[in-house]
């Protein structure tokens, strides 16, 4: 096709969590319509689309006939394997593009592709064997965390090796397949920074964001991060370089480690929008969902203006533990965002939904989103 994909054409998304589901409503507000394609029925995604395709990621029959009758495709997780994304990319325009999954989707090519294009990354070592273990442990010191290449492991693939730990148990507990590891880094914050770039290379950006994290899960979000502007400038930069070197269209988001030094290291990329980039939808002109639509379909990027500091608060299956949490009493706080993604089973650690709100400042609006939050627990 060519020219931009306007309103009234089909966008298709692979996958059908919370991700699809408010690029599913941002899409649909401005008249598009969503296909969305899992192995999953009655999905996050699915409730919003207008047509929800039930299939195997593997069935690439399925991908074809799902990606025929869609003007672009795009996806909302990056654990779809390279065939599927081909399959589709026979038919229509896959954006991000295949490579860039390809390299996202596996820690081992992720790392060497940012060293390579001299992003800074904690040291690292490529692990094929215990041996390689036992040798590399020597270069990158303890402490130090070993992580499976591969993802999907949810959450087991990683060992945080200390001054004790035994090497034969991290190898195992990554599961005895190909790992990174990683020196540990004393950080003193985690930042991140959610981008886009267009089908013409233009580039937008929705700020330095702080992260705090609880068992390995997003916890809170706050916006703008309490950084230097030196930490900012750098951290924009260093996102803009990625988005540009991968040639992503789409929506990209970059992890940091912030060393207490002032030193940003790239912890991890995720090629689409982020956990970390919810609050954009109540907080600014336009939200990461709406600006990965708008450059899949080649249209100019929206203004990403922040309109007040904002946080935003994940909601896990944990809350769920003693009872339904209590909607009404967080309702009854005027200012603050409740979005819930439709999920019926609240397991321990699933994201189940977020809370948003806006203040003066992003340390006010934490406190308050954190307030809020507690508001909701039996
Ligand atoms: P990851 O799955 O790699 O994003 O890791 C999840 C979380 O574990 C990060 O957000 C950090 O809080 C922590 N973590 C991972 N790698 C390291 C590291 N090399 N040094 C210190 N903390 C880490």
């Known amino acids: ?7 009234g054409a089909t966008v298709g998304v692979l996958g059908s969590g919370q991700l699809g589901r408010m690029f599913a409503i941002a899409a649909r507000r401005m008249g ?5 394609f899992s192995p999953d029925y009655d999905t996050p995604t699915g409730q919003v689309a207008d047509v929800e395709v ?6 690439l029959d399925a991908v074809r006939a799902f990606a025929s009758k869609v003007d672009v495709v795009t996806f909302e997780f990056e654990n779809v394997s390279s065939a599927c994304a081909e399959a589709a990319a026979s038919l229509v325009p896959v954006r991000p593009a295949g490579n860039v999954l390809h390299i996202t989707q596996n820690r081992k090519r992720e790392k060497t592709f940012l060293a390579a294009a001299g992003i800074p990354v904690a040291p690292f ?17 303890r402490p130090a965390v070993l992580k499976s290449a591969g993802f999907g492991y949810d959450g087991k693939g990683q060992a945080k090796i200390g001054p ?6 991290a190898w195992k507990a990554v599961g005895e397949q190909e790992a990174v590891l990683e020196a540990f880094i004393d950080f003193e914050c985690e930042v991140s920074v959610v981008a ?15 992260n705090a994290h609880a068992n390995h899960i997003l916890d809170v979000t706050i916006s703008p991060a309490r950084v230097s502007e030196a930490v900012r400038r750098d951290a924009i930069q260093i996102a803009h370089a990625i988005l540009a070197k991968l040639e992503v269209v789409g929506v990209l988001c970059v992890e940091f480690f912030l060393e207490k030094s002032g030193r940003l290291l790239v912890n991890e990329l995720a090629p689409r929008p982020h956990n970390s ?9 336009t939200c990461q969902f709406e600006q990965q639509l708008r450059a899949i379909c080649g249209l100019p990027l929206g203004s990403t203006r922040q309109y007040r500091p904002a946080a935003m608060a994940n909601l896990l299956g944990d809350l769920w533990s003693s009872g339904t949490p209590d909607w009404q009493r967080v309702c009854s706080l005027g200012d603050v965002k409740l979005h819930l993604y439709g999920k019926a089973a609240a397991r321990a650690g699933r994201k189940m939904g977020h ?5 003066d400042t992003a340390a006010e609006a934490g406190e308050r989103v954190r307030m809020a939050r507690d508001l909701l627990r039996r």
């Not at 070592?125 to 010191?141: F, N, P, T, Y």
């Not at 886009?196 to 702080?210: D, K, N």
């Open 164 to 169: 004790e730990t035994d090497l034969g148990a």
């Open 1 to 7: 096709m060519k020219g931009p994909i306007l309103p």
């Open 54 to 59: 039930r299939a195997e990621y593997e069935d």
């Open 355 to 359: 809370l948003t709100v806006m203040a």
């Open 125 to 141: 070592a490529v692990i094929d064997s215990l041996a390689a273990l036992e040798h590399e442990i020597g270069r990158i010191g």
């Open 277 to 285: 980039g919810h609050f954009t939808f109540d907080a600014n002109v």
């Open 32 to 36: 598009y319509r969503v296909h969305t």
């Open 196 to 210: 886009a770039r267009s089908l013409t290379g233009e580039f937008a950006h929705f700020g330095v964001v702080e």
